[in-house]
């Protein structure tokens, strides 16, 4: 975090020795852009503040399925309509694969849980318009199902025969 | 004045709701707003420098560069720079989205900011870490190689429709 700050100083002190005019309207076009955009982003929290109220032991029950391909599933659509940061996530994860939940059920719920943004939809469409934002979204979920594929085969959890 | 009540109606209904929930230490109110806190903290924080760089990406990033590194089709090198990028983009896809789509306006392909934003949300070096410390580095590894060839795949995919039908990223800065 502090890079960040280290390098937006240091980026804004070598624009303004090169160009103050041009410094000048780069930072106002940032904050135009911010301006316009901050409605979203705040919608976007309250969203979050509200989904993270789902609580641990649903998913743990949702996800722990008899049958593999029922918990992918489960663990893909999850993962698509919740987000949480990395930690709440990891250590969730990390509970689901010591209760004996399969690698690829756990990766389809972390691999859509990033990929897959149905809370992020009004910041999205901001910048990429509705049908792009949709479309993304569904390549999206199939890009994790892929991933969680592929994770059960490496692990021995599904077999290619 | 009425298009600000109308765009902030909803985070001013949810202050309204916490601050009534916390005089009444009404538990489930309560709750709401630390979980809004949680991300909220890290958003204040990098939201305003990462507007204030793509600011000046866009006044200083010139074009042909644009074009040459993330706008020819013929070169694949735009999806190691994508991802690259989209690895040291602080924030996942709160920051990416707008880079993205200042990219785009640049003169940046579809198939290459596509490609951006979806490693940007998969690739963050700190949750990366993370994972591999929580459930091994083995799966993080799977899922890291494993998903390049979706990304791109899908990527391409989805740009050549886009481009197919003229779909155009909306302007922000107007």
């Known amino acids: 975090m502090a890079g960040l700050y280290v390098f937006t100083g240091m980026a804004l002190l070598i624009s303004f020795f090169l160009d103050r005019e041009k410094t000048r309207t780069g930072l106002k076009r940032g904050m135009m852009k911010l301006k316009k955009t901050m409605p979203s982003y705040l919608k976007l929290l309250v969203i979050i503040a509200i989904v993270l109220l789902l609580s641990e032991e649903i998913i743990i029950e949702t996800l722990g399925q008899e049958r593999i391909f029922l918990g992918l599933i489960s663990s893909l659509i999850l993962g698509s309509i919740t987000m949480m940061p990395g930690f709440i996530a990891y250590p969730l994860a990390k509970i689901l694969v010591a209760r004996g939940v399969q690698y690829m059920v756990v990766a389809g719920f972390v691999t859509s849980l990033m990929l897959v943004g149905v809370v992020t939809y009004p910041l999205e469409k901001e910048y990429f318009g509705k049908r792009a934002t949709l479309l993304r979204n569904l390549v999206g979920f199939f890009i994790a199902a892929a991933i969680a594929l592929v994770t059960g085969i490496f692990y021995g959890e599904v077999g290619l025969g | ?174």
Not at chain 2, 151 to 174: A, C, M, N, T, V
């Open chain 2, 1 to 174: 004045m009425k298009q600000t009540l109308k765009n902030y109606g909803v985070f001013l209904l949810f202050l309204t709701f916490s601050g009534v929930s916390f005089l009444l230490e009404y538990d489930f109110g309560i709750r709401i707003f630390d979980n809004f806190m949680i991300f909220a903290r890290d958003m204040v924080l990098i939201i305003p420098p990462a507007f204030v760089l793509i600011g000046l990406f866009d006044v200083w990033a010139r074009r042909e560069k644009v074009e040459k590194h993330f706008g020819n089709t013929n070169n694949p090198l735009r999806f190691v720079w994508a991802v690259l990028l989209a690895s040291t983009t602080v924030g996942g896809t709160f920051v990416a989205f707008p880079l993205a789509n200042a990219l785009y306006h640049k003169g940046a392909k579809y198939s290459s900011i596509l490609s951006y934003v979806t490693a940007a949300s998969l690739f963050m070096i700190p949750m990366t870490i993370m994972e591999a410390g929580m459930l091994g580095i083995k799966f993080t590894l799977i899922r890291l190689l494993a998903s390049l060839p979706f990304i791109f795949l899908g990527s391409i995919y989805l740009g050549r429709h886009l481009e197919k039908i003229g779909y155009e990223l909306p302007k922000i800065d107007q």
